[in-house]
């Protein structure tokens, strides 16, 4: 839930994109537990708050945690990336009674196209491609930084559980 606390502080998109990828004052990360083995290698580049296309490009370093027993990022540590890359473009467009708890995934599907061997730096790029009253569909394509190789792409389809807005 977006707060009137963080709408001010940031209302930068790079800045407000980046507060999901922190702790909050009780040490917890805002984006959750459960993904506190990724965010401390994740890292956002880019924003752009276009109402038309919100987007967010992120970094991330695959550690040899975040792999498979061949060496390279395990298919579920990619997927549990895209689930919160793809949403972080919401953040820029939410606000009470419009995406304000970022919805729920409906569908998440990834396409694993090549390896990511631990030590690897990959650029996550994601975009909403629509974001309507009660569904959205979000797209992210992951890269290797050092040639631009597309590893893997993600759909993720969104429903928004907001409560209907009290009249």
Known sequence: MIDKKYEDLYDDPLERAKAWLTKDDDDHWKAGEWMSKLLPHMAVSAANA????????????????HCNRLGNLHGG????????????????????????????????NV???????????????CEALQVGKRLATLKGVMKRKRDGAIVSIAEHLKANIDPEPKV
């Not at 276009?50 to 945690?65: G, H, I, Q, W």
């Open 50 to 65: 276009d109402a038309a296309a919100p987007s967010v490009t992120f970094t991330f370093t695959c550690l040899e945690d």
């Open 111 to 125: 396409t694993y196209f090549r390896p990511v061997p631990a030590g690897e730096e990959v650029i996550i790029e």
């Open 77 to 108: 540590a990619a997927a549990t990336l895209f689930d919160l890359c793809t949403t972080i473009p919401l953040v820029l467009i939410s606000k009470p009674g419009f995406w304000q708890f970022l919805g729920v995934t409906r569908n998440l």
